[in-house]
Nanobody, 122 residues
C-alpha cells in the first residue's frame, strides 16, 4: 500500500522560508501529477500548485506565485515545495496529492499526504 509521506513543516517568522517534501512510501512506477493544497483553520482546502513531472509544467495559485516553487528529485521520487517570503496568511496545514502509478499492477490512483502544519508568526 503506497502512502505519501510529508515532512518539513514548522514555525517560521514572517519573511522566512520553509521547504516541504512529499515522498511515496511504497514501490511505484511513476508520478504523473503532484498537487499541493493547504487548509487554514476554519477555511476550505485551497489548491496552491500543480506540477507534472512528465512534461515539467507547473501552475501556481495567484496567492503563492513568485514566492513558492516546486522541484523534484526523480531518483528519490520526492517532490519539494519551497516556500519563501512567508506571510501569516500562509499559516495552514499543507497537503500533497499525487496521481501515482504503483507496482506491481501499474494501477493509477490518487494519494494524499498526511498533512504538515506550517505556522507563520512572530
Amino acid at each position: 500500500q503506497v502512502q505519501l509521506v510529508e515532512s518539513g513543516g514548522g514555525l517560521v517568522q514572517p519573511g522566512g522560508s520553509l521547504r516541504l517534501s512529499c515522498t511515496p512510501s511504497g514501490l511505484i512506477y511513476s508520478i504523473y501529477r503532484m498537487r499541493w493544497f493547504r487548509q487554514g483553520v476554519g477555511k476550505q482546502r485551497e489548491w496552491i500548485v500543480t506540477s507534472s513531472p512528465t512534461d515539467s509544467a507547473t501552475n501556481y495559485a495567484d496567492s503563492v506565485r513568485s514566492r513558492f516553487s516546486v522541484s523534484r528529485d526523480n531518483a528519490k521520487n520526492t517532490t519539494y515545495l519551497q516556500m519563501n517570503n512567508l506571510r501569516p496568511e500562509d499559516t495552514a496545514v499543507y497537503y500533497c496529492n499525487g496521481q501515482i502509478q504503483t507496482m506491481p499492477n501499474g494501477r493509477l490512483d490518487d494519494y494524499w499526504g498526511q498533512g504538515t502544519q506550517v505556522t507563520v508568526s512572530s
